[in-house]
């Protein structure tokens, strides 16, 4: 199996910044790509970055110039840079990866979630 452990959340002044890791561990063949999505109260989840090969990363339109989506594939991390921080952005940030498997002679690919972690800005 495959665990996602997120750090890095808490609570920060509008304005301010975080920035939030996802570190990866187990039977990890290669990791196809990462993302961070969030979810507000009542609120759908929406996807905020994603990375693949590309290193410059995808953007939600939201946090285009303020956010900043990195990824350490020697560590299996993905980070995600939050900079001028917006109440608006208060959200549950949770990790994504599209994981490759090699198990007994074949190749499996799943999705794996982190538990969240909690970000809240104060206006």
């Known amino acids: 199996q495959v665990q996602l452990v997120e750090s890095g959340g808490g609570l920060v002044q509008a304005g301010g910044s975080l920035r939030l890791s996802c570190a990866a561990s187990g039977s990890i063949f290669t990791i196809n790509s990462m993302a961070w999505y969030r979810q507000a109260p009542g609120k759908q989840r929406e996807l905020v970055a994603s990375?693949?090969?590309?290193?410059?990363?995808n953007y939600a339109e939201s946090v285009k110039g303020r956010f900043a989506i990195s990824r350490d594939n020697a560590k299996n991390t993905v980070y995600l840079q939050m900079n001028s921080l917006k109440p608006e952005d208060t959200a549950v940030y949770l990790c994504?990866?599209?994981?490759?498997?090699?198990?007994?002679?074949?190749?499996?690919?799943?999705?794996?979630w982190g538990q969240g972690t909690q970000v809240t800005v104060s206006s």
């Open positions: 990375i693949a090969s590309d290193p410059t990363g």
């Open positions: 994504n990866a599209n994981v490759q498997r090699y198990l007994g002679g074949t190749y499996f690919i799943n999705d794996y």
